[in-house]
């Protein structure tokens, strides 16, 4: 029998970064610390031909076929885990992994107790699945308000991880060397349902995670955003810039609260003497990013993929400069392990208007579809639809202190990242998912 139809084009995709030259491996060796991996080691983890299959395509499924699907993107499947539907009973099975995918074997000297909060959000799981694959031990503390298990659950069981249901509202007791405090709804839609959360989340978590470093004397990462910055009458934004936030309008509980968790983390420091580090992360995209987060990327490959009108809000002048998930993994742990305490941006000065963004979005949804000789039934418009309130009219991070005190530059183009993207999200699509 043949293998189910899949989405993936026949020849390996070769990624090249900003240069031209092929990206191989993320990360680097800086500051006493490796953060190097093999790219393909970590897309095994995000990037799979499918994600659930149908109970009787599994028996014709030979191992060696997937293997060699896989093998377009990944060195196998032997590390992954299978999700199961059974259309007669419309039940899903999910099986173990038969092994993990290997973790460095590090000396106890070297090997780090990382806590990661909000460590099965988007952002979140792809520093952990760094951070694994690495040889550290993990801590996720999550309380699935919108991040979800399964971007982290390839790790479930490994004597190197342990997830915990926790709201960083409640303080957590752990020992632990490193914290990246990343727990808050990001999404504009998420974090405006319900403002008083998340400025309690900002500021209460905040609180109890600088707590917890100040005990344990572990170092503290907080990831604060460009939204600090409002709606900027300074472009590009540098650090030093103070920002210009509209303190009572809809996205005040998220620009505000990542303020007062900027001024509280200085508070511990100069107070404490906690050890910190804050990086100010611009816009970010990638393979599990939440589909129907509401956020740009992910609205335009889902709408562009369904081939549904993609949403332009206001007239699309609004400027945004876009981040690949890697780029920013790459700059949280060079910033984490590098003497660096003063707020970093951490971005990627590609900037575009939202106009010109659509028209690319759809160009590379076109060609991947091409590619996998997809027909569309026509070419979907852009349709334009109310501007929302406070939306910064510009942004684009001045990432000069990141070069100078980290030695990082964003390495992927903007064009390769989204490819990936649209394959993710084509590969959910394919299985029904998304
Ligand atoms: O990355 C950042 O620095 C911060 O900004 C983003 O907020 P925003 O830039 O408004 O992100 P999106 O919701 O993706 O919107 C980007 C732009 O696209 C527009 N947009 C969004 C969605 C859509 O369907 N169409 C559309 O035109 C928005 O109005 C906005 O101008 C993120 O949501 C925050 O998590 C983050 O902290």
Known sequence: ?????????????????????????????????DSEVPLDVLRSLYL?????????????????????????????????????????????????????????????????????????????????????????EITVIDNFFTGSKTTVSHWIGHPNFEMVRHDVVE???IE??????LACPASPPHYQFNAVKTIKTSFMGTLNMLGLAKRTKARFLI??????????????QTEDYWGHVNPIGPRACYDEGKRVAETLTYGFQRQDGVDVRVARIFNTYGPRMNPYDGR????????????????????????RS?????????GMIALMNSDESRPVNIGNGDEFTIGDFAKLVREIVEKVQDEDGVKRARRVEIKYEPIPTDDPQKRRPDTTRAKQSLQWQPRWTVRMGLEEMVRYYKAKMAEGSL
């Open 1 to 33: 029998m043949s293998p189910p139809a899949n989405d993936m084009p026949a020849a390996p995709i070769k990624t090249l970064d900003k240069d031209g030259k092929e990206i191989t491996t993320v990360g680097f060796q800086r500051f006493g610390f």
């Open 48 to 136: 799979r031909p499918h994600y659930v299959l149908k109970a009787n395509e599994l028996e014709s499924l030979s191992s060696a076929i997937e293997e060699s699907s896989n093998a377009q993107f990944t060195q196998g499947a032997a590390y992954q885990s299978k999700s199961i539907y059974h259309p007669d009973t419309k039940g899903i099975s999910y099986t173990t992994l038969s092994r993990f995918p290997p973790v460095k074997l590090l000396p106890p000297s070297e090997r780090k107790r990382i806590l990661v909060t909000g460590g099965a959000g988007f952002v979140g799981s792809h520093l952990v699945d760094r951070l694994m694959i690495l040889g550290h």
């Open 296 to 319: 740009v990327v992910s609205n335009f490959i889902v709408q562009a993929l369904k081939g549904e009108d993609m949403t332009v809000y206001g007239d699309g002048t609004q400027t």
């Open 171 to 173: 303080p957590f007791m």
């Open 223 to 236: 990831s604060s955003t460009s939204e600090v910055y409002g709606d900027p009458e300074v472009h590009p």
């Open 322 to 330: 876009f981040q690949y998930i890697h780029d920013l993994v790459d």
């Open 176 to 181: 632990c060397d490193q914290i990246y405090h």
